[in-house]
């Protein structure tokens, strides 16, 4: 199945939605208007179109391969690489000091969708890398900057991250990592590394792994976790490469999708030590890991706008070309394609309209990190980086639950042809279901949405974004169509929920802990559904304004159908979350261990 | 992972909702009481945790495979298949006269819940042939009876069922498969059928296709289909197998999941014409067609109960081994067993009182079949009837809906582990994808539910049961305690949601079709819901009961706490649902084709 980028609605979403004029006001934006956008989306649109898309199927069928610590990528992926570096794909978000465009997030995420919509699997190299770069970015030393971040941001080498040991996964206390000094200043790094994505390849002449230890003497649990550079290959002065560093591939893992991105099992040290480089201080790596994991996981929530979109653009094509049995109203006297039937349209919309909430809820996210990094005023950083924060777990948490919704109708709307492998449609719904897990499982989002990102200013940040929503209501109410009374209704009962969830998690906090985080994750699908939801009324607003005028009134009305599906369909499941979080903790923790 | 039959859960549903003595009172089922279930149940649960359990694991790394026309099972599973057929177990719930044990539905239920949880695509088998035996049991001749009955219920033989053609799937109108008159009075069958589940296979000496085809000269549509038997083999007069008949596995098919199932591409006549003998009349087909698929659609029904079983088992042992952060709560001042933290007890409680209460609504549809057979008052026979017939759509719809629910929370609780294949909680996720889709996909339940069972009385048999569910909420209310209160207020609200949807289906059926069935789909899920959270119902007032005298108090607590879970976190589903029908059929249907 080809993919057509959804160029269109990613520019409605940043011109309308993130705003993106105001985003060319900030400083060093100057150049990063709605037509750089437009003419920056068009040339990402073509390339991955014709060249990274064509390769997600084969990278399923004939996915990367190990053998002898050397991992081969499906044919192609090596190609297409090399045609991504030399474009500047990786460097689109990246400082123009280290080569990259400097080009705003809120451009830039709908390119990482793209990529992503392409071919997931081909896409998790680029995200490791800009975690990588984040990193270096952020902590680390000039000459670590000076040696890597020109040949990361060109696309010459790639990065991952190296958390994940057997017995530390989500519990990152419990990393066991060696790193030990030595007298040049660098470390000997030992130790095991599980699921590191692209840990091992043959995309790139070298790979910058970042990796968490733990120096001798350091405390124990996360406040005594350092991050260290690791190359596969040292780096001489010159910049050429050097020996072979002790970090090798030992396996790669038989996964239920994204078969294409190897999953490297790495082993560090068996051969008398990995030279590393510290970033930053010791025993602050947890801290730095976090920059890497918070552009990781918005990353990982495009990850599921692009699965739902491409899932949703394959069901299309099958639902309009798949005749079967008569419309149940009549309309035509024989068989016809089931886009007819309702109840395809049903699972057509409720795809179409999760994946455009959640593409409008990471565009406006994405605008929010502009201007907390760009903004001249520093209370408007602050309060955009406050903004940001709490939409992080929402992208992360709800667009990747919503993507595992999306690709399974997208499945059934293909009926028996959907279990067939060669239809396509399986890919999807097997590429998916990671992504709720890795960087951080909902659950973990959501226990930050809940600590961090709620309880801690005592629900402050989680009542302004309610406040504002109660806005976007009073316009809907002024509007007074049939489309925006419907969706104002059902924002209003979702924000309501939501409210009092707030209130709830406030308040509980302390006197039930347990209450509280057996309705997080409830939480954050509530929170995640309204403010979507909530950008998609925003969208009805304008669609409903330009649809009189533009010259794409046809889009425009798409656009209000869609808003008011997304009201009457996903909206409304909100007060029911809320229901289930304020009266269903005790009965979660109820039953005995022992019956389980 | 190994698997335990949930025997005291199933003699629990069997016993206290599902009535088993009332069972035992009708003709023909004087032996089957409880302790005849407790019997069987005891001697199924050791041959599937024992023999059929450890293939499934096998049958998914090394499935049948195709090779000129042949088909090799996985190995072990031919030699399961003959101690199933020599343990009776084809037959559990055949006619004695035919070599069956005439079992109650509500005993054999539970097998064929226990046979697929431990391997669905082992069970596949067994579940096509009882369809088979149906059929020919309503509508076969004698001489057909005579010829198939006994070795296709010893399991000498098997059975399928040749609905789908490459154009023809749900649509069976469009069956184009062709049966030429014989002047012998057999039929020469030429044709192509699809998805034909263990259409070719080495478990069995003879495999007995029933086929659906169009006689020359027939109406066109569904009106002009018939039914015929065409055996792989021939079988001479003395019951012994004579020549290969034209019927040919030309290819199996690369799928998502039951990769052990072969399922066959069947090519007929196209060496001359395949021999089919008519089962009944001509043009009836579609008729005898349903017998088999009600059985079957029950069936997998059972089999999305057996596949969230199994995931529920592999994932709550998970949970128990997996040391991973420290409770909320501060009760262990360690790294806990993640069983500890209340967003995995929220998971595994959603995936035990899901298919507890599946389990529950199949048990006692399973009683109302047995008394719509044996009932010796015809008005109770027919009374039992409408009630089953209801309950079908549910049992398969619900069901297997609510399994992709389970198994994807399975892989969730399992976190990255989740998505290694060689962990296993990703097989039940494949495997149960097609449970929504075969045998009629969801939406076709949902068509069933809303126009043969709930229009066509004018939503009477919604409204008795919806009246059957107030005078437990009475029951409830009458209780008193906490989980009881807590479940009548629930249940209120989902029965009260319930009735309005029936009232908007039946008045709304002509004046606006697409928004009736564009709601279809909701509609089932809302009607599953609250019939399983009924069955939950009364398990809670029943276990309340019992556990201050009962030996098995744990148990019987265990169940109230389930019972509560699923009303504070399932039913509550249902008002979302009506709001979704109700109100959001227009939106569905609204935006212009063109748009998709």
Redesign the interface.
């Known amino acids: 199945m080809s993919y057509t980028a959804p160029v269109k609605d990613m520019l409605f979403a940043i011109e309308h939605l993130a705003g993106i004029e105001q985003v060319a006001q900030l400083p060093g934006f100057e150049d990063a208007g709605l037509d750089t956008a437009a003419a920056v989306l068009e040339e990402c649109a073509r390339f991955n179109e014709g060249v990274v898309a064509p390769l997600n199927v084969p990278g399923d069928q004939n996915p990367s391969s190990w053998k002898d610590g050397v991992v081969t990528t499906t044919p192609g992926f090596k190609e297409a690489f090399a045609q991504f570096a030399e474009g500047g794909w990786q460097g689109l978000q990246h400082p123009q000091d280290f080569g990259g465009q400097g080009l705003p997030k809120t451009i830039g995420a709908a390119c990482v969708e793209m990529l992503n919509s392409a071919n997931l699997s081909f896409a998790l190299c680029p995200l490791l890398t800009d975690g990588a770069i984040e990193a270096l970015l952020t902590a680390g030393s000039e000459e670590l900057k000076r040696t890597y971040l020109e040949k990361l941001i060109s696309g010459q080498w790639t990065g991952t991250m190296n958390l994940?040991e057997p017995?530390a996964?989500?519990?990152l206390?419990?990393v066991r990592t060696r790193a030990d000094r030595q007298d040049d200043g660098t470390y000997k790094i030992f130790g095991t590394k599980i699921?590191i994505t692209y840990g091992e390849h043959d995309m790139a002449e070298n790979i910058v792994h970042l990796v968490l230890a733990r120096v001798a003497g350091a405390p124990e649990g996360v406040k005594g976790i350092s991050l260290f550079v690791v190359p596969k290959f040292l780096v001489n002065a010159d910049g050429s490469l050097g020996a072979r560093n002790d970090a090798h591939c030992v396996s790669i893992?038989?996964?239920?999708?994204i078969k294409a991105s190897p999953t490297a099992v790495l082993q560090f040290g068996d051969h008398g030590g990995a030279v590393g480089w510290l970033v930053g201080e010791e025993n602050r790596g947890l801290e730095y890991m976090f920059i890497m994991m918070n552009a990781a996981r918005y990353a990982v929530g495009v990850q599921g706008i692009a699965v739902a979109e491409r899932a949703y653009q394959h069901a299309?094509q099958y639902?309009?070309e798949r005749?079967?049995?008569r419309p149940?109203?009549?309309s035509i006297k024989a068989?016809a394609a089931i886009?007819?039937?309702?109840?395809?349209?049903?699972m057509?919309?409720t795809m179409?309209s999760l994946t455009e909430g959640c593409r409008a809820m990471a565009a406006v996210a994405a605008a929010a990190y502009d201007a907390s990094h760009h903004h001249a005023d520093e209370q408007v950083r602050k309060d955009n980086a406050t903004f940001y924060e709490f939409m992080v777990p929402l992208v992360k948490g709800f667009s990747t639950e919503m993507s595992?919704e999306v690709t399974?109708l997208g499945?059934?709307v293909h009926?028996?042809m959907?279990?067939?492998?060669?239809t396509g449609a399986?890919q999807y719904?097997?590429d998916a279901?990671?992504l709720?897990?890795?960087e951080g499982?909902?659950?973990i989002q959501?226990?930050d949405l809940v600590g961090r990102k709620t309880g801690r200013d005592g629900g402050a940040t989680a009542r302004a974004i309610a406040a504002q929503i109660e806005k976007t209501e009073g316009e809907l109410h002024a509007s007074g169509s049939e489309a925006a009374r419907?969706m104002g209704e059902r924002l209003a009962a979702a924000r309501t929920a939501f409210v009092e969830v707030v209130d709830f998690v406030v308040s509980q906090m302390k006197a039930d802990?347990?209450?509280?985080?057996?309705g997080?994750?409830?939480y954050l699908m509530l929170a995640g559904n309204l403010v979507a939801g909530w950008q998609m009324a925003r969208a009805l607003l304008v669609a409903e304004k330009l649809s009189a005028t533009a010259q794409d009134a046809?889009?425009m009305?798409?656009k209000v159908?869609?808003a008011?599906?997304y009201?009457?369909?996903i909206l409304?499941?909100a007060?029911?979350l809320r229901?289930?979080i304020v009266?269903?903790?005790a009965?979660?923790?109820?039953?005995?261990?022992?019956?389980?």
């Open positions: 994940t017995q996964g989500s519990d206390a419990l699921f893992e038989h996964k239920l999708g299309v639902a309009r005749v079967q049995s149940v109203d009549g068989s886009i007819h039937h309702p109840d395809v349209r049903r057509l919309m179409r595992l399974s499945v059934q009926g028996g959907g279990f067939i492998e060669e399986a719904y097997r279901r990671i709720p897990i890795y499982t909902t659950a959501a226990n419907a802990p347990n209450a509280v985080f057996a997080s994750v409830p046809a889009f009305q798409a159908a869609t008011r599906f009201a009457e369909h409304v499941r007060p029911a229901d289930e009266h269903g903790g009965s979660t923790m109820q039953m005995a261990l022992e019956a389980f």
